[in-house]
């Protein structure tokens, strides 16, 4: 074939690695290091103080600095985030939701200040990338939510607003379905929950009146949505290609828009962390390379943007090596292989063409459901609940062996890993002095400021917020003024109120387990019952569960479990939801009067709250009420967790969770002496 006749490649999606760490200078080294590598967009990973709108310093932010992704409490640190990468010519996605508004004005003002040549609007009219900015995901599944509902819709449509009239090329907000999937959702949930959050943004939008009729289209075509592919490739690929088909439908019959190109279904992916193992952790990478196949073997249906997880992920934080590893994957799949030669395989199949109207028709009567509740703000509890239940259900199916988990519950027997022959040199710990950095840095930052053109900025944009006005003006005064994260937040929070979403445990529905599964409940509850009338000397028949989410972990999907297994198992269950400090976990300890205390972290701040937790169990006379945990945690960690008065950790490889129901009875037996001979 001679070089003319080679067919013409289309141009390979944007590559990138979600990442940020400990401090913005070090998040910015790795974002130099990995643009030098060929990655093509930066994908900016924000800790949680910082994605729920509180400063280092404040008490809920203990032991969180820094672990998850990079801390952003003022513009000096946004500045040294950006350090040498020239926004306007840089594609960056922020995974941020509750202070987008907050995030995206730093972003331009440090963009404005590497051009001071050119006016803020100029400089706005070049920036492109994506916010996030879903919050009704974070009602169902991942738990960064700052406002109530209402206020969180009203900053959305500001931004959309804003956004289209000054910042033409940014999506502002990113529809994201990824976390629902890790919640539990079925491809059909998937798609129907996704599509019911646009419709309620865009009919926020709609009614806000910020927006011309005429522009409504440009509204529409600066959606964007973030997806979860599985490891099911075929049905992750019908998903993509229904999403498009319902997309299209959607916005043509229901707000109007003729243009096909503003129609067009936009989307980004990263591929699962949920299905990614701890056990025989090397099957992670053919995980990976398959949920990519579902995103981009069909043309017409193919991510524009797409970032993996690490091999290790299920162990703690990924590596730089383990970075690259991830793109190199993408990289071959894009330079070496003829796969974007060709236009799209699958047109014509008609198994793909039933399986895509399968799931279409699945997804318009689970929309239909939830619009006829009043749509997605009104029906969160229903949709939280669904989730809870999909999610129990698709946990019964691999504890019975019905769902094939390779080297978890098939195919254990295993060689000895070298890629796992020192665990704690197979992942990155997080730097220890990242919270100490960032409270130094924020005491430096308000003692060079102006306060007084602060607490201006900060009485204006509370007083905005009592109207209708757009809030993205006065926040950009805010964030020139030096504002912190947690003044623009805590500000907000002063007059929208704050909010607890939904846990969905008390509707989730109970599963019947088959064959042995069922058998092995049906004796741990027998155990339960026994073990609680054996104790009703000690308060009541039951056996009493706290399950605590200490910290801002809002990643509560393996603590809802936990508490819907422990209730089908017998157990009293007490479960509050996210964001609990320490002190408001011993409370409710003492206030239940409970058997045991399950503490479920997933943020890497293990070290530093359970302790917390463990100290105030004792010092308000409960020392001897059993603590377990679960989360991420390192082989060295547990067995620290275990001298400090831990009673059992588990981490992912523990999957059977009646198994752990019955460990629980076992550490509550142990601690009330009942299996002493």
Not at 53 to 79: I, N, Q, T, W
Not at 189 to 199: D, F, G, P, V
Not at 446 to 463: F, I, N, P, W
Not at 559 to 572: K, L, N, S
Request: charged share 25%.
């Amino acid at each position: 074939m001679t070089e003319k006749d080679r067919p013409q490649k289309d141009r390979p999606w944007v590559m990138r690695t979600y990442a940020g760490h400990s401090t913005a200078a070090a998040s910015n080294a790795l974002y130099r290091t990995n643009l030098a590598k060929g990655q093509t967009g930066l994908s900016v990973a924000f800790d949680l103080p910082t994605q729920t709108g509180y400063d280092p310093d404040s008490p809920l932010a203990r032991g969180e600095v820094g672990k998850v992704g990079v801390p952003v409490p003022h513009l000096g640190e946004m500045r040294r985030l950006f350090e040498g990468i020239p926004l306007t010519e840089m594609n960056t996605s922020m995974t941020i939701n509750a202070v987008a508004m907050w995030m995206l004005a730093m972003y331009q003002v440090v963009a404005e200040e590497q051009n001071p040549d050119l006016s803020p609007e100029e400089v706005a009219a070049q920036l492109a990338g994506t916010t996030q900015n879903d919050i009704i995901k974070e009602y169902l599944s991942r738990g960064t939510y700052a406002f109530p509902p209402e206020a969180s819709m009203r900053l959305i449509a500001d931004m959309i607003a804003y956004t289209v009239h000054q910042i033409p090329k940014w999506n502002p907000i990113n529809i994201c379905s990824y976390h629902l999937q890790e919640a539990g959702a079925t491809p059909t949930q998937e798609l129907a929950y996704a599509l019911c959050t646009a419709i309620a943004v865009l009919d926020q939008v709609k009614n806000a009146g910020q927006v011309d009729e005429a522009d409504f289209g440009r509204v529409v075509g600066r959606i964007s949505f973030f997806v979860n592919a599985g490891v099911r490739f075929i049905e992750e690929t019908c998903k993509m290609r229904a999403f498009g088909q319902l997309w299209d439908e959607i916005t043509r019959e229901r707000y109007g828009v003729e243009d096909p190109k503003m129609r067009r279904f936009r989307y980004g992916v990263q591929v699962n962390s949920l299905g990614l193992t701890e056990a025989q952790p090397e099957n992670n990478v053919q995980r990976i390379v398959l949920e990519m196949l579902g995103v981009t073997l069909s043309k017409n249906a193919r991510a524009r943007a797409l970032q993996l997880p690490a091999w290790n992920e299920a162990l703690g934080l990924p590596r730089p090596w383990d970075q690259q590893w991830s793109l190199r994957l993408q990289q071959v799949l894009a330079y070496e292989s003829d796969l974007l030669e060709y236009d799209d395989i699958f047109d014509g199949s008609h198994v793909i063409e039933a399986k895509v109207a399968e799931l279409v028709e699945g997804a318009r009567a689970e929309i239909d459901r939830v619009q006829a509740m009043g749509g997605a703000i009104a029906a969160v509890e229903y949709m939280k609940s669904e989730l809870v239940s999909s999610h129990a259900a698709r946990r019964a199916r691999i504890e019975s062996g019905e769902e094939i988990i390779v080297g978890v519950n098939k195919f254990e027997t295993t060689e000895p890993s070298p890629l796992t022959a020192d665990l704690d040199s197979a992942i990155m710990a997080a730097d220890p002095e990242a919270e100490q950095s960032a409270l130094a840095s924020i005491e430096a930052w308000k003692g060079q400021r102006d306060d007084t053109e602060v607490t201006k900025a900060l009485e204006d944009l509370a007083a905005a917020a009592k109207t209708d006005a757009n809030l993205m003006g006065p926040t950009l005064v805010a964030a020139r003024a030096g504002a912190t994260t947690g003044e623009w937040a805590g500000t907000l929070r002063e007059v929208f109120g704050e909010y607890r979403g939904p846990t969905g445990v008390s509707g989730a529905v109970a599963q019947s387990m088959a064959g042995s599964a069922g058998a092995e409940l049906t004796a741990v509850r027998e155990r339960v019952r026994e073990t609680g009338e054996q104790l009703s000397g000690h308060g009541g028949g039951r056996l009493r569960l706290l399950v605590g989410k200490p910290g801002l972990d809002g990643h509560s999907n393996g603590a809802e479990q936990i508490a819907v297994r422990a209730r089908d198992a017998g157990f009293e269950v007490i479960y509050q939801g996210i964001r609990l400090t320490p002190e408001q976990i011993v409370a409710a300890a003492v206030a239940e009067d409970v058997h045991c205390v399950g503490l479920s972290i997933l943020s890497g701040s293990h070290m530093e709250l359970v302790p917390a937790v463990l100290d105030g169990l004792r010092e308000a006379g409960l020392g001897d009420v059993p603590v377990v945990v679960g989360g991420i945690i390192p082989e060295s960690d547990g067995r620290r967790l275990r001298e400090l008065g831990v009673a059992a950790v588990y981490t992912p490889k523990d999957f059977g969770m009646t198994e752990i129901m019955g460990g629980i009875v076992d550490v509550i037996r142990q601690a009330n002496g009942l299996d002493q001979g």
